[in-house]
């Protein structure tokens, strides 16, 4: 790595999440934050003072960058995304990739023109370390084949419900199953392969919106694995919950270490089922006292810019598959999908 020039990064939206990265970005050797845009000020005003800052995506696009990383909301997201794209520049973009299935593909499209551009979607989830060590026992076929999975992921509530762009469907495209569900559906996939089959019920009959604020599923896979989702936000108490069921025991991630503290102690436990266990097999219990995904995820992608390698997870093609997931549990619905002229 000795002599490699810094990479020049841009953020266009500086909310919680772009406040975040450019936290973690500030401590990465390879790279120099040089533009910030927001189109509200007053979020600007205590960046240091060799950055340059705007109010907008286009301003920041007429910086020399190497890297856009994207922390939009969703009916913003694509465009800048594409827009950074045709501008020469890598893009780590937020979750979800857009308001609907066309954003992505819209996207691809454009992605199919820079190939050596690297694009990342993120999916944070996969570098929390209690799903990384399921993730490794999963591969290691210690407990055999996935056969069932069990996802719920739940808040207190639709986020500043009164105002946010969150709970208006023409700038979200929905509502807790694509903001926050996204995420359990990612990691339901990647454990149970592709879902070929689903049921599910979704809505919106508590807070009122125009978005869901719950979207129960049953799904089966490619692989014949069977997952059921909860989404909602009418939890109460934020809540994060895994299981999988496997031939030889079972694996629970329950909690997530988050910025808010809010959902609990971050833990994994692992049961080892035998013969005579009488339905209480040996089980082991780790306890995680820090997060590093944030750190991970982006040093990873810079890795991959600086190595030529390919986006191992988040890529574009795995967002769009994710997206179809979370678009075939609304369409499920009959319901749902004709309220909202889902096709």
Avoid at 44 to 67: E, R, W
Avoid at 101 to 116: F, G, M, S, T
Wanted: a neutral charge; charged letters at 25%; glycine letters at 8%.
């Amino acid at each position: 790595m000795a002599g490699f020039k810094k990479l020049k990064v841009g953020i266009a939206g500086y909310g919680a999440t772009g406040v975040r990265r450019h936290n973690v970005l500030k401590t990465h050797p390879h790279v120099e934050i040089s533009a910030i845009c927001d189109n509200d000020s007053k979020v600007l005003g205590n960046i240091d003072s060799d950055v340059k800052l705007f109010n907008n995506y286009t301003q920041l696009l007429d910086v020399p960058l190497d890297i856009v990383f994207v922390c939009l909301p969703n009916f913003l997201a694509p465009d800048v995304t594409i827009a950074s794209l045709t501008n020469g520049c890598h893009v780590f973009c937020e979750k979800p990739p857009g308001k609907d299935i066309n954003d992505i593909n819209r996207v691809i499209e454009v992605e199919k023109n820079y190939r050596h551009l690297k694009l990342m979607y993120g999916f944070n989830h996969r570098y929390h370390y209690s799903v990384k060590d399921a993730i490794q026992i999963v591969e290691s076929n210690e407990l055999g084949k996935v056969i069932n999975l069990r996802g719920l992921y739940g808040k207190s509530k639709l986020l500043n419900f009164a105002t946010d762009w969150r709970t208006k469907r023409e700038f979200s495209g929905g509502g807790i199953l694509l903001d926050q569900g996204i995420h359990m559906v990612d990691l339901l996939r990647l454990f149970g392969g592709e879902f070929v089959e689903i049921y599910s019920f979704v809505s919106n009959n508590y807070w009122n919106h125009d978005v869901e604020d719950n979207a129960l599923a049953i799904m089966r896979s490619g692989k014949g694995v069977v997952a059921t989702l909860h989404s909602t936000a009418t939890e109460w108490r934020h809540r994060f919950r895994l299981e999988i069921g496997l031939e030889k025991g079972s694996i629970i991630l329950s909690g997530l270490l988050t910025s808010t503290k809010s959902y609990g102690a971050e833990t994994i436990t692992v049961a080892y089922a035998s013969e005579d266990d009488m339905g209480n097999p040996i089980e082991k219990t780790t306890h995680y006292n820090k997060d590093d995904s944030w750190e991970n995820e982006i040093y990873n992608f810079i890795k991959a810019i600086k190595n030529d390698t390919k986006i191992k997870y988040g890529s574009s093609s795995e967002a769009k598959k994710t997206m179809e997931i979370v678009y075939n549990i609304y369409k499920a619905d009959k319901n749902w999908s004709s309220k909202y002229n889902i096709i």
